[in-house]
């Protein structure tokens, strides 16, 4: 059974305060949240000595982390109003929408704009259900043609090709269910550059063969995509603005 505290250490820079969560894991685990929260995990047979001087031997990542994220925060872009000329973000390009009557509710893409087309062009109701279909449709089109491109660099590894599941999730980028075979992407990567969905969906492919963060899997990961920090770098910087 998993058991939680919360524990402070003082930094010369002022105390991080984490959330450590005790479970039968090899390597001590530390994730920054994309509120500023941290949160690590350890072995119960860790000291806590241990695991306080790993936090702070992270000190300068995590106030690094954290200033990031605070950045993002302010940048993050309001609410959309669903109207003509507006942009929304699709691979990393900004693509407007345009709102037109129509006999029946469709959305196509045209050029560089996204094109909604109702019955009634004032409904927000169902121009929202009409943007989100197509996104829907178009992250699934998008992430299983990454998923097909990358599987050849895992089937001689003796991974079987994942299934793919798309959700909107505001915490993570992705998730792997290893036993179930399941690769979740979050719908919101439709946002980044293709290079930056390529470095998620592989980063969830190697789960398959190191379930965890430890030492080999990043071996794994940085022999299959040595740019994968740059990737990851800017798929913070472009899309994260909307996670």
């Known amino acids: ?62 106030r690094a982390a954290q200033e990031r994220f605070a950045r993002l925060a302010r ?17 990393g390009e900004m693509v407007k929408l345009a709102v037109e009557p129509a006999s029946r509710n469709r959305a196509a893409r045209q050029g560089n704009q996204i094109l909604l087309a109702l019955r009634d062009p004032e409904d927000q109701r169902q121009k929202k259900a009409l943007l989100d279909r197509y996104l829907r449709e178009e992250a699934r ?10 599987y050849p660099l895992f089937q001689p590894l003796g991974v079987a ?9 505001r915490s993570r980028w992705g998730s792997c269910l290893v036993k179930k075979g399941v690769i979740t992407l979050n719908l919101r990567l439709l946002a980044a ?23 080999g899997f990043y071996q794994l990961l940085s022999a299959l995509m040595p740019d994968w920090r740059e990737r990851k770098r800017q798929l913070e910087e472009t899309a994260g603005r909307w996670l």
């Open 193 to 215: 550059p293709r290079p930056c969905i390529e470095y998620v969906a592989l980063h969830e492919c190697c789960h398959f063969l190191h379930p965890n963060h430890g030492k």
């Open 141 to 150: 089109r998008v992430f299983t043609a990454v998923l097909a491109e990358l």
């Open 161 to 169: 090709e994942p299934g793919l599941k798309i959700r909107d999730m």
């Open 75 to 91: 940048e993050a872009l309001p609410p959309l109003e669903l109207v003509g000329g507006e942009a929304i973000p699709i691979l």
């Open 1 to 62: 059974m998993e058991k939680t505290q919360v524990r402070t250490v003082a930094d010369p820079l002022g105390p991080i305060s984490f959330t450590l969560t005790r479970k039968p894991v090899k390597n001590l685990n530390l994730r920054i949240r994309r509120d500023g929260s941290v949160a690590v995990s350890a072995h119960p047979r860790v000291p806590l000595g241990q695991v306080d001087a790993f936090v702070l031997s992270r000190a300068a990542l995590i």
